[in-house]
């Protein structure tokens, strides 16, 4: 099955069983989309990491409307090395975006710079949300709202208030 028609049908399978992220679904889009070269890690995984440097991947709309807890935004597009050089090269990095897509590909930015601790988070803040973890706005106060990225990848958090803007 091509590219193309997979996710096709990865985004019908997701409509039409209201998936969770962690689900058969969202493992195949992840085993096809995301870089294998990040380790992975999970929500509680991150809960127990002392020392743990978070950055956000998304785009900085994305980011202003939620994100998690003391998240410093990196952004994706415009993401620049020089807004990480304060960040020691053996820091217990995090990176997330919305399903961990962009994120893994900015762990490899980061890896062939030089640091030695860099995880993706399996379902980023997707994921962090569906399993009812808090997300916090600009102001640093909880919030239900969640950027959605898009209404295709929207589908895949199950919580909360979706945003498009």
């Known amino acids: 099955m091509n590219r193309f028609l997979f996710l096709i049908f ?3 399978l997701s ?8 689900s058969k679904a969202f ?8 870089t294998k070269s990040v380790p992975m890690v999970g929500c509680e995984d ?4 002392k020392n743990v440097v978070l950055l956000d991947t998304r785009e ?13 935004w990196v952004g994706f597009d415009k993401f620049d090395m020089k807004n990480v050089s304060s960040i020691p090269k053996d820091a217990n ?16 930015k980061l890896i062939q710079a030089g640091y030695k601790n860099v995880h ?15 997300v916090y706005d600009m102001a640093g106060k909880p919030t239900n709202k969640i950027h959605g ?17």
């Open 60 to 72: 900085k709309r994305e980011y202003e409307v939620s994100h998690l807890k003391d998240a410093r």
């Open 46 to 49: 991150i809960k127990k990491m």
């Open 149 to 165: 990225y898009n209404w295709k990848w929207g589908v895949w958090c199950n919580k909360g208030e979706k945003v498009y803007e």
């Open 120 to 134: 993706n988070f399996y379902g980023s803040i997707f994921e962090w949300v569906n399993q009812g973890n808090p």
């Open 27 to 34: 493992d195949s889009l992840l085993n096809v989309m995301v």
């Open 10 to 12: 990865i985004m019908f």
């Open 93 to 108: 990095i995090v990176v997330y975006c919305s399903i961990g897509v962009r994120s893994g590909k900015i762990g490899e």
């Open 15 to 22: 409509k039409t069983t209201n998936a969770q992220v962690k």
